[in-house]
C-alpha cells in the first residue's frame, strides 16, 4: 500500500469499500431469500468493480508480472524497472526482430552479441572485425554495421550505426549512441525515464 500514489490509495480504498456494501448487501439479502435476479445483479456488480480496479491499478499490475516491459507515456517518456540483477533491460524491434538489450549508460556504442547480430542477417565470417573496444574484460575486435530501424514503443529511429562484439557478450548493449537520440535520462530509485 506504501508504494501506491495518493490517488491509487484513495481508488483503492473507495473500491474496497464498495466491495465490502455489495459483499455485505448480498450476505443479508441471502438471509432474506433474495430472488434470483438481485443475487446474479449483485454478482455482476461484484464483476464490474473488479474489472474497474484491475483497470486503475493495471500499471502496477503489468510492472509486477513484467518487470522488463517497458511503461510509455503519452508525455514521450519511456520508463524501465530496475531488474532483480540491478540492470536496466530493453527488448527493442531491431531490423524488424525483437533483440534484449542491456541499458548502459557506460557503453558509447550499441554493440550487439554475434548470436543477435546473426539472428538480424549479419553472419560473423562476413563481418570485418578491424575496430577495437576497450570492455571489462580486455580488449576484444569489433565490427561496425547499420542497422536500417530501431523501434521502442512508438519511438523509430533509422539508420543507425552499430557494432557487432567479437568477443564474449551474454546480452547486447543499449550504449549512449542510441540513448543520447533522448533528451534527458533519469534515474529514480528503481526506474529509468528517458524523455525524447
Request: proline letters at 1%; zero cysteines.
Amino acid at each position: 500500500m506504501q508504494d501506491l500514489a495518493g490517488d491509487e490509495q484513495a481508488i483503492l480504498a473507495y473500491l474496497v469499500l464498495l466491495l465490502l456494501i455489495i459483499g455485505g448487501s448480498m450476505v443479508i439479502s441471502s438471509r432474506a431469500q433474495m430472488n434470483r435476479s438481485l443475487q446474479q445483479l449483485a454478482i455482476w456488480g461484484l464483476i464490474i468493480v473488479g474489472l474497474i480496479a484491475a483497470y486503475s491499478l493495471r500499471d502496477k499490475i503489468e510492472t509486477t508480472l513484467y518487470p522488463e516491459r517497458p511503461i510509455l507515456s503519452e508525455r514521450g517518456t519511456v520508463s524501465f524497472n530496475r531488474a532483480r540483477d540491478g540492470h536496466f533491460y530493453a527488448e527493442l524491434l531491431v531490423n524488424g526482430k525483437k533483440i534484449e538489450f542491456v541499458i548502459d549508460t557506460g557503453a558509447t556504442d550499441i554493440v550487439l552479441t554475434e548470436s543477435d547480430a546473426a539472428r538480424l542477417g549479419y553472419r560473423a565470417e562476413d563481418l570485418v572485425f578491424s575496430g577495437q573496444a576497450s570492455t571489462a574484460n580486455g580488449i576484444v575486435l569489433t565490427a561496425r554495421i547499420q542497422l536500417d530501424t530501431i523501434s521502442l514503443g512508438r519511438f523509430t529511429d533509422r539508420n543507425l550505426n552499430a557494432s557487432v562484439n567479437g568477443g564474449e557478450l551474454d546480452t547486447s548493449l543499449l550504449g549512449m549512441r542510441y540513448l543520447g537520440l533522448f533528451r534527458k535520462i533519469e534515474i529514480e530509485g528503481s526506474r529509468m525515464t528517458l524523455t525524447r
